[in-house]
């Protein structure tokens, strides 16, 4: 192979790139005072740059053309600062338009397509790849259209998940964080995202209860990875053979988890080699909280059995009912029978920031391993989660595998900070930063006066529907997390006899209400099964925009999309 | 509990929020012109929406007073949206100041200090996290230090790691992303993300040669997520009982790699339960790549000792010395002894995409998944893998557990695009879109350009040493990736004869050098020892900001901070 010259095709940047647009131009249409002032600012700084003495033009509306110009034109090309900046801003004006609406309630949730329409193409809008490039016009057409067809989670009226809103401190972190581009695995390429997430974890630790914060711990890509990392290290606290040795050196284990609790636990049990017939689900409550006895009579079940139990979650604020299980009780048997305790707080661990809350995880400081996402109650955009440990070594001691192209014993700093190895993964993501800045920017009382807002708020709902004609509770009592979880009765089914038939039609009220909703584009709250209870509504909050108003829009919006059906 | 109003302290801007900065105020230090620019802008369109008529002012270099503001005066804040706009404006500020410095080769590419160091504080930044708010200038302040502190891994002369670059376009998707804030698990609330997915999968798998692109795939968090995908979804094609009974179900089975392949595998291997021991490493020649011969003998002989053979992974540009194993044959072996072929393309996947190098993959046509991922070679942002998989329906049937309160079946849009449970994530991050967008704005040709000119400036690289005085090359001949292996031999070691000594002397080299770089912060390339070899440099290049003078800065910077060692 000659050695031949980098491609420089495209490195210059095209002579005409900015130009006047004739006025009327179909691209950027202004729909707002500030957006005037940002195209208006983006014109002037552009024309400065290229002719600092012309300061009589400078409010003439023109921009940059990007139909001309490409991503080839962009840093690192030569002459690429001034289209790169042009090009960026451009990008933040179509951001920050977006949330601006987002907060803004006479913006609707979404604007919904069936996925055959969005295939087919909208106006402008083509999902299709193609070998050539496209202008930066179009990319940036593609980038409006994208926030156009999606979801605005940040929305005050979007209920339908978990994770809901957008915090603009955790939107500046992330921003921050593509910007850094960089990788958890070592303290030589990320020293300070490195030592934000010791530090971060050590105060979670500590608000645990665990004595000086002691510990280990790493963020993860979701709840979901956190669970799989606890089964993982319990099974290799009590059976450190089976990484060398696999399964097969192990007694036959069983696991324990309540059948309220997050499917991930069943997922880490088919993916670690467990099997799913191998974690045994625990009965709860009418409440969904796990009943210890029940607990204990299946670990002496499976004793008898010949099986080895190993693993017992408790669930701190469960996915439809917001159930925390007993964690003392629960603790109690694990160490009377020598099992790791593990506490899924995906999502109630955010309780723990509250004085007035963080009792409904009273225990949790005797857990072996926590999983706890601030990306969920503490309002942190995706993906931010964290698995916690109480024993130093073992998470290092079960995924660690010395590769010496990453982790060389021989560099100049303290390698005790390279905590790479201690993952599954290699690369990963830094998802501390925006969560690091949160915890400045609010302090431990800000996420505080969050969370006890957010359980304010779902108790105005309770109190409000609890009892109210045509709503149902699908358990009694205040619930323990913001989750309120009922049926609405339309006037059609109300006054009809219990009975099979009576289920069957209510069974399809949520739905129907649902996909009207998303066809009006006007709210979203999550709907499902459980158990033998037919589809009801699960009403979260954890939103920060939300308040009073729109809980009562909501419960305004199921009456009337409701009302004929 | 009675209803309380939820806590409304704060969310009254402060009304001295906008006012006039002294000048020589110490917390904004312009630096340039376009700097000064948009400070004036901020200012003006500030002023302007607090007073219109005052337009003979909109020049004076006054800002938004961060110092006293709080992230509980942004949104949703009653009033938040001015201050919210502001402060994302002058987060960009820092980032887009950032980005021009990443691409300055008058700057360093970090500025090195030991733990202790940062832990301590350095002037005005401090990591600890504390109960009470800051101020959202002491916030922006911190997000400056972040960056000062970092590194600057889209720097020209970044070398480090396999992931290099700061492109534009995926930088300006990152920000989106963050700005929808949302998870792919359905269609319901991701609906044009989990469309980009579908389609850009199916490009992907067109790409490797499976016809009509058919087949499944998902992104995951890293290439060691989507190695190990891959080895659990062999064993459920294989062996479908271990996800309901555990590994106990299956006979004693066991996996092929190299001894040169990346650590996820091994990893893999005691995650899911098959053990270290059971996964079998091949012997490679002497440039990294894996003898076939070598992988049946093992497979024979693993099966004299009743064992099961089923899974052998093929790496594509392993990642030290960027050897491509010789698919066709190994998957000759794979047939012959049915077993599920991966081929690990994390590092090399990219190389598809270039007409002129992409025969170093052949035959990954032949694998039943592959691992590839963008965030490597084709210079994607941070984090961006995908596993792909040739088989329909293995990867649901391996993964999907049916959560009711997600994958509702009576939703009113097709629901086969709820790809969720495929995963063994719940909540997943979007890393579709950087790609997607980056993909639209350089077309298929746009990354076959970047990938050559990498290989390009690696040929330049290797012709320029091999038997230069002072370098000796880790392997003969011309190396099939951008992976450019060396040992750089100090006058005072040249001559010395071959032995125990020159051995000890030279493994301290490159750790020493490369302390030195870091210390200068002036160029970072990364070193290991690999088998009997002592420490090496492994030079990489995937960053599209290098040039051949950045190549001879590195050699030149080589050569100086090891000329008296």
């Known amino acids: 192979m000659a050695a031949s010259a980098p491609s420089s095709s495209g490195n210059e940047p095209d002579p005409n790139s900015t130009n006047l647009r004739p006025p009327g131009s179909r691209f950027l249409q202004k729909n707002n005072n500030l957006e005037e002032k940002i195209s208006s600012f983006k014109e002037r700084s552009s024309k400065d740059l290229l002719d600092n003495s012309d300061r009589d033009s400078r409010f003439r509306r023109t921009e940059t053309d990007f139909s001309n110009l490409f991503a080839r034109d962009l840093l690192p090309a030569k002459n690429g600062e001034e289209p790169t900046m042009q090009f960026l801003l451009e990008v933040v004006d179509i951001l920050t338009n977006y949330v601006r609406k987002t907060f803004d309630r006479s913006t609707k949730v979404l604007d919904f397509h069936h996925p055959h329409q969005l295939l087919e193409g909208m106006e402008g809008f083509n999902l299709e790849l193609s070998d050539q ?27 339908n998940q978990l994770s809901t809103g957008l915090d603009i401190i955790g939107l500046s972190g992330e921003w921050l964080t593509s910007t850094a581009n960089t990788n958890m695995f070592t303290y030589e390429i990320a020293p300070v995202f490195v030592l934000m997430e010791q530090l971060t974890l050590k105060k979670m630790r500590e608000i645990i209860g665990w004595p000086d914060g002691e510990g280990d711990g790493i963020f993860s890509p979701g709840g979901a ?19 060398t040795k696999g399964m097969t050196a192990a007694p036959r284990l069983v696991l324990f988890t309540s059948e ?32 210890p006895a029940d607990l204990e009579a299946k670990v002496i079940d499976a004793k008898a059995r010949g099986c080895v139990p190993m693993f017992v979650n408790a669930t701190a604020g469960s996915t439809v009912y917001g159930a925390f299980d007993p964690i003392h009780e629960i603790a109690d048997i694990c160490e009377k029978y020598n099992m790791w305790l593990h506490v ?20 949790v400081e005797r857990a072996n391993s926590v999983t706890w996402n601030p990306h969920k109650m503490m309002g942190v955009p995706l993906q931010c989660s964290a698995i ?16 010496g192209y990453l982790f060389q014993p021989d560099k100049q700093y303290d390698v005790s900070y390279d905590t790479g190895d201690k993952a599954i993964q290699c690369g990963r993501h830094v998802d501390i930063f925006k969560f690091w800045l949160m915890w400045k920017a609010k302090g431990t009382i800000g996420f505080e006066q969050h969370i006890d807002k957010c359980l304010d708020l779902s108790h105005y709902l309770y109190t409000k529907i609890k009892g109210r004609k045509g709503y149902q509770m699908v358990f009694d009592g205040e619930p323990q997390h913001t989750n309120v979880c009922f049926w609405y009765l339309p006037p059609g089914i109300r006054d009809m ?39 009801f509504f699960r009403m979260v909050i954890s939103n920060p925009a939300a308040t009073r108003s729109d809980i009562d829009f909501l419960t305004d919006e199921i009456e009337r999309l409701g009302q004929d059906l």
Chains 1, 2 share one sequence.
Not at 275 to 284: K, Q, R
Not at 344 to 363: P, Y
């Open 497 to 535: 006899p219990d009975g099979q038939e009576k289920r069957e039609k209510l069974h399809k009220v949520a739905p129907k209400i649902k996909a009207l909703m998303m066809e009006s584009g006007t709210t979203m709250v999550g709907y499902q099964p459980q158990g033998d209870k037919v589809n």
């Open 225 to 243: 990875i956190s669970n799989m990392y606890s089964v993982m290290i319990a099974r290799y606290k009590f059976f450190p053979e089976v990484k």
């Open 344 to 363: 899924d707080g995906a999502w109630g661990g955010g309780l723990l920031m509250s004085r007035k809350h963080r009792h409904k995880l009273c225990g």
């Open 133 to 159: 490039p496209e202008s930066l016009e179009q990319i940036l057409v593609d980038c409006r259209d994208t926030l156009k067809y999606g979801v605005r989670t940040g929305h005050p009226r979007f209920f």
């Open 260 to 291: 309220h609790s997050h499917y991930s636990i069943k997922k880490a049990s088919a993916a670690l080699g467990f099997g799913t017939e191998n974690l045994i689900l625990l009965s709860t409550d009418e409440r969904g909280r796990v009943i």
């Open 388 to 403: 916690l440990v109480r024993e130093r070594g073992v998470l290092s001691g079960c995924n660690s595998m010395c590769a």
